[in-house]
């Protein structure tokens, strides 16, 4: 998907390619092998399925900023060539340029799989003209009430949502929580993998739809 000087790829389960300048991957899993070396990678915690080093082996290169949450920092130092590491928790703005980076808290309402206290995170990435959030983890967070100010007439406003249900929101959950946010187009994930199926994706762009709020399925890259 092309929005502007930006394309949005979706690699499967929550993993994203967000390109402009840069090549920004999102919590690469299972990925297939890319020409597109990772300038920048964001991992929202340490979960086998967001933080796979066989995966990263796959896109990262020498001078790669990575940025992880603490508990998988262990993770991604075993490289035999030097990277950027940072150490990100929720409440964080980083400065990248022509990208700016916030972080937000990323945790379960009702489960035990993503506790508060861990300080694992989603991510809001801002361009000029273009803010996109991954949530990570998360299902409809009292924070993600702050970012309903997002939708402006000058700016698209894009969510990337879990809907595979049991550890994360289930596609009636992340219906509710985009209409919290209020996006300008909701893009499903988390599923396909290890949980959540096309069904539950097709579910959740209708109910979107049934809400007045724009939603469509990538194809998995």
Same mark, same amino acid.
Request: glycine share 8%; net charge negative.
């Given at each position: 998907?092309?929005?502007?000087?930006v394309e949005?790829?979706?690699?499967?389960?929550?993993?994203?390619?967000?390109?402009?300048?840069?090549n920004?991957y999102?919590?690469?899993y299972?990925?297939?092998?890319r020409?597109?070396?990772?300038?920048? /990678?964001?991992i929202?915690?340490?979960h086998?399925?967001?933080?796979?080093?066989?995966?990263?082996k796959?896109? /990262?290169?020498?001078g790669?900023?990575?940025? /992880? *949450?603490?508990d998988?920092?262990?993770?991604v130092t075993?490289f035999d060539?030097?990277?950027?590491?940072?150490?990100?928790?929720?409440?964080?703005?980083?400065?990248l340029?022509?990208?700016k980076?916030?972080?937000?808290?990323a945790y379960?309402?009702?489960?035990?799989?993503?506790?508060?206290?861990?300080?694992?995170v989603?991510?809001?990435?801002k361009f000029?003209?273009l803010?996109?959030?991954?949530?990570?983890?998360?299902?409809?967070?009292?924070?993600?009430?702050?970012?309903?100010?997002?939708?402006?007439?000058?700016?698209?406003?894009?969510?990337?949502?879990?809907?595979?249900g049991?550890? *994360?929101?289930?596609?009636?959950?992340?219906i509710?929580?985009?209409? /919290?946010?209020?996006?300008s187009?909701?893009?499903p994930?988390?599923?396909?993998?290890?949980?959540?199926?096309?069904e539950?994706a097709?579910?959740?762009?209708e109910?979107?739809k049934?809400?007045?709020?724009?939603? *469509?399925?990538?194809?998995?890259?």
């Amino acid at each position: 998907m092309k929005l502007g000087d930006v394309e949005i790829h979706w690699l499967g389960h929550s993993g994203f390619l967000i390109k402009n300048s840069r090549n920004i991957y999102i919590d690469p899993y299972n990925i297939k092998e890319r020409d597109e070396k990772a300038d920048i /990678v964001l991992i929202t915690h340490g979960h086998y399925d967001h933080c796979s080093l066989d995966d990263l082996k796959k896109v /990262v290169k020498e001078g790669t900023k990575i940025f /992880v *949450t603490a508990d998988a920092q262990s993770k991604v130092t075993r490289f035999d060539f030097s990277i950027d590491i940072s150490i990100v928790e929720p409440g964080m703005e980083i400065d990248l340029g022509e990208i700016k980076i916030a972080t937000m808290p990323a945790y379960n309402i009702d489960k035990h799989f993503h506790p508060k206290e861990e300080g694992w995170v989603g991510y809001i990435l801002k361009f000029n003209d273009l803010i996109i959030y991954h949530t990570g983890d998360a299902d409809l967070i009292p924070e993600m009430q702050k970012l309903t100010g997002f939708k402006q007439p000058n700016k698209r406003f894009i969510a990337l949502l879990p809907i595979g249900g049991r550890f *994360t929101m289930s596609a009636d959950e992340a219906i509710e929580a985009v209409k /919290v946010i209020q996006p300008s187009l909701a893009i499903p994930m988390h599923w396909g993998s290890i949980i959540g199926t096309e069904e539950d994706a097709k579910e959740f762009v209708e109910g979107c739809k049934e809400a007045g709020i724009d939603a *469509t399925i990538l194809e998995k890259e």
